[in-house]
T-cell receptor, first 112, second 110 residues
Framework: SQTIHQWPATLVQPVGSPLSLECTVE??????LYWYRQAAGRGLQLLFY??????ISSEVPQNLSASRPQDRQFILSSKKLLLSDSGFYLC???????????FGNGTRLTVT | TQLLEQSPQFLSIQEGENLTVYCNSS?????LQWYRQEPGEGPVLLVT?????EVKKLKRLTFQFGDARKDSSLHITAAQPGDTGLYLC??????????FGKGTSLLVTP
């Protein structure tokens, strides 16, 4: 069966510090991978998605970046965090076509 | 961006009551998905509806996709405290990404 791992679960970082959140998927090949941000338990904002290694699409201009160094690994990064980067970050994967999203358990990021 | 409006935003009811939440858009979607999210966790898929007018039942939950594939509803019969959570609808089209609504936060008290 497929599983998705996302870590860390919580993170507190000062303004201006770097960020690296990692997500890995097991039990499937060539998944579509996604990073979403959720503010205050509300709707999900798509940040990045990837349909293959090295292929990253950005949905929202920001100081965040994403990379996919391996087929089932998706990394969200920032060189310098802003206060507004605080939120709940969710990684997800899907198969081809009209395929549901399978989410990780998220990372609660607080920028102080 | 194709916007999905969910209503109501918040709903607090007592155990045993029925409720309906709505997901509306001016855009047509090829499919629509409903997710439930509990605090501190990622959303979990409940159902996918694809055909206009389609009705799907999942125990006490009934999902309907509008005839024009622009809207959907979720009806819960005899709500239980375990139904508490954030209900999110998400529309799919020709792209790779889903468009999510802002969700309906449901609280069912014993």
């Amino acid at each position: 069966s497929q599983t998705i791992h996302q870590w860390p679960a919580t993170l507190v970082q000062p303004v201006g510090s770097p960020l690296s959140l990692e997500c890995t998927v097991e039990g499937t090949s060539n998944p579509n991978l996604y990073w979403y941000r959720q503010a205050a338990g509300r709707g999900l904002q798509l940040l990045f998605y990837s349909i293959g290694i090295g292929q990253i699409s950005s949905e929202v201009p920001q100081n965040l970046s994403a990379s996919r160094p391996q087929d089932r690994q998706f990394i969200l990064s920032s060189k310098k965090l802003l206060l507004s980067d605080s939120g709940f970050y969710l990684c997800a994967w899907s198969g081809m076509g009209i395929s549901p999203l399978h989410f990780g358990n998220g990372t609660r990021l607080t920028v102080t | 961006t194709q916007l999905l409006e969910q209503s109501p935003q918040f709903l607090s009811i007592q155990e045993g009551e029925n409720l309906t939440v709505y997901c509306n858009s001016s855009s047509v979607f090829s499919s629509l998905q409903w997710y439930r999210q509990e605090p501190g966790e990622g959303p979990v898929l409940l159902v996918t509806v694809v055909t206009g007018g389609e009705v799907k039942k999942l125990k006490r939950l009934t999902f309907q996709f509008g005839d024009a594939r622009k809207d959907s509803s979720l009806h819960i019969t005899a709500a239980q405290p375990g139904d508490t959570g954030l209900y999110l609808c998400a529309g799919a089209n020709s792209g790779y990404a889903l468009n999510f609504g802002k969700g309906t936060s449901l609280l069912v008290t014993p």
